[in-house]
């Protein structure tokens, strides 16, 4: 079940995502997959998917809602549905996230943008995420449990750049794409949530293991590292390294000039 944090994050990263895929590629899926027992999740995101769709002239949105038997979804989703612009189709496939090839190839999804939230019970399915994979391009969000490692399986499935996050309620949420710029997107998306870390100190331990577990990195290497393997944003990566660099714990070449990107940073030896 999405603790709020998790909740606000989908929400969130849908205004964000629903409005580029349509303007890109004119029609796109949402996908929603999970136990059904909360209707007010479904309710929500089909209502913002709808706010964002409205606003793009001439686009098609796809909301295909994959979840466990209950009786009060499809009553609710129905009512949701009837305020939703003209652009907007939903459609409930009763069952489990195992189906969702089927239900993308039934809902016309080939060829275009898919965004899934994949909810995780006790182990992550490799079908659905290879499923939520295939869209061009394909992103996923997933939230799970404390003791679900997510990161292996979005690499498997085919996602070149994933994320895996701790909530601040114990519970972890994973996220796969091709696209940095949604990286980021999903990291504002946690901090806007209440998930981020207004400490640095924690990111700078991190990157200097990171240094001096793999040698001198780019500061654009050291920045993908902070947005794909811990809680924290490209630019707090930034904040870090200057703390570092006055404390004397690391290099940078050249010495002078603006930290930029192609900007080398080594362990200081010890």
Request: one cysteine or more.
């Amino acid at each position: 079940m999405a603790d709020e944090v998790g909740r606000q994050v989908v929400v969130r990263h849908l205004r964000v995502w629903v409005p580029g895929a349509l303007r890109r590629a004119r029609r796109a899926t949402v996908v929603l997959g999970y136990h059904g027992r909360d209707p007010a999740l479904a309710e929500e995101v089909v209502r913002v998917a709808g706010e964002c769709a409205g606003d793009v002239r001439g686009a098609r949105l796809t909301v295909l809602v994959l979840a466990g038997g209950t009786e009060e979804l499809p009553a609710r989703l129905g009512a949701a549905e009837a305020g939703l612009p003209t652009e907007v189709t939903v459609h409930l496939m009763p069952g489990p996230t195992a189906l969702l090839p089927v239900a993308l190839r039934a809902s016309g999804a080939s060829g275009a943008p898919v965004l899934s939230y994949l909810e995780v019970a006790d182990a992550v399915d490799p079908v659905a995420l290879s499923a939520a994979a295939s869209g061009r391009p394909g992103e996923v969000l997933v939230p799970a449990g404390p003791g679900t490692p997510l990161r292996p399986a979005l690499a498997d499935a085919g996602f070149p750049l994933v994320a895996e996050v701790e909530l601040p309620s114990g519970r972890r949420i994973g996220f796969g794409t091709a696209s940095d710029r949604s990286l980021e997107s999903f990291k504002e998306s946690l901090w806007e949530a209440g998930a981020g870390r207004a400490d640095p100190a924690p990111l700078g331990r991190a990157l200097l293991a990171e240094l001096t577990r793999t040698g001198p990195r780019t500061v654009t290497e050291l920045r993908r590292y902070a947005v794909t393997d811990t809680a924290y944003r490209a630019v707090d990566a930034v904040r870090a390294l200057d703390a570092l660099l006055d404390a004397g714990e690391v290099r940078r070449d050249p010495e002078q000039g603006r930290l930029g990107g192609d900007v080398v940073i080594t362990a200081a030896a010890r």
